[in-house]
């Protein structure tokens, strides 16, 4: 059994992934790592887990482990690491942003990876430590990776919607009830934090698209703020010569290992993959536009799922173990 301790496992991320490795059949989790809710039940703030009864949090860390998990605010795993020595022995996975880019992805004797499967896995398999993909990122890259791989890429325009839990657990005023019901609204407009990690990874399958620190403007997105809890929906344009026959014909020769990214013949929508680990893809042609349309549950492909996912792959277990999920389809 792999030992796993979790730290910040309170929030919205921590939750998912307790949610998972409590029913992963390789996975024994030794700790859940919680502040300011040490001593109290899991459930108490994670009531679906009502069942997991005798789970608790604690305050204190537990080195008797194969894998830590950082479910912590973006900046906090830089510390934590800072303050707390975790043993070369010990695989870390983080998911905040600390360690996504590639400036940033050595911290003192550690070097951490980039945890996208689709095109890192043979790194992700033999990494110490992994940096988990945004969950904007995640989505985008998903859709556009196969078109860099062909050298593709141009001037990208890119719109998405999130759900409300894309914000974390702590509330604010655009995460309250009233303000998000019924509601819709744009933000971080061409300046979201996830532009950074998703041109280095375009610009590792295409040399000639620039990174985000070499140009600002070639990659144009702007988020919404949707009025339900999860899920991203992504649809991004740009002029393309090539057929729709020839797209797919790409897109499919690309995707045919990965075990969650699926291209569809058929239009895609959020409840196919809310709840699961997946990401589904869908192409439009009109004219010389290609619109790309892909979606992803930001909690789970966008965070905790692609975490176990890494995890499964580090330790050379079925990549989708413990993450054959059901989508909330009705």
């Given at each position: ?32 790592h919680s502040k ?124 998405g919607i999130t ?168």
């Amino acid at each position: 059994m792999t030992k796993v301790g979790i730290i910040g496992g309170a929030g919205y991320t921590g939750g998912e992934l307790i949610r998972i490795l409590v029913n992963h059949p390789a996975v024994e989790i030794s700790f859940i790592h919680s502040k300011s809710n040490a001593g109290n039940l899991v459930s108490k703030i994670h009531q679906d887990l009502i069942s997991e009864g005798s789970l608790r949090f604690t305050g204190e860390l537990n080195n008797d482990i194969d894998v830590l998990f950082l479910c912590m605010g973006h900046g906090d795993s830089k510390k934590f690491l800072t303050e707390n020595v975790i043993p070369d022995n010990i695989k870390i996975i983080d998911l905040a942003n600390d360690f996504r880019l590639v400036k940033d992805a050595k911290f003192g004797d550690k070097t951490f990876v980039y945890g996208l499967p689709e095109i890192n896995k043979a790194a992700i398999q033999s990494a110490h430590n992994i940096a988990n993909p945004g969950c904007f990122a995640t989505s985008i890259q998903l859709g556009l990776l196969p078109l860099a791989k062909e050298n593709l890429l141009k001037e990208i325009y890119t719109t998405g919607i999130t759900g409300s839990t894309g914000a974390g657990q702590k509330p604010s005023a655009t995460s309250h009830f009233s303000w998000r019901d019924n509601n819709i609204q744009a933000y971080k407009t061409l300046t979201h934090q996830h532009l950074d990690e998703i041109q280095q990874s375009l610009h590792q399958l295409q040399n000639d698209f620039p990174t985000w620190a070499e140009n600002k403007e070639v990659l144009n997105f702007v988020p919404w703020r949707g009025d339900f809890p999860r899920g991203i929906y992504i649809s991004s344009t740009l002029s393309c010569d090539l057929s729709l026959e020839e797209l797919n014909k790409i897109y499919k020769n690309f995707y045919k290992e990965a075990k969650f990214t699926f291209v569809s013949d058929e239009p895609i929508f959020l409840k196919q993959i809310v709840n699961t680990n997946n990401a589904v893809i869908y192409l439009e042609k009109i004219g010389s536009k290609l619109v790309v349309h892909s979606a992803t549950d930001n909690l789970l492909k966008g965070a905790s799922g692609q975490a176990v996912q890494n995890m499964n792959l580090m330790f050379n277990l079925e990549e989708n173990m413990g993450l054959r999920l059901k989508a909330n389809y009705f």
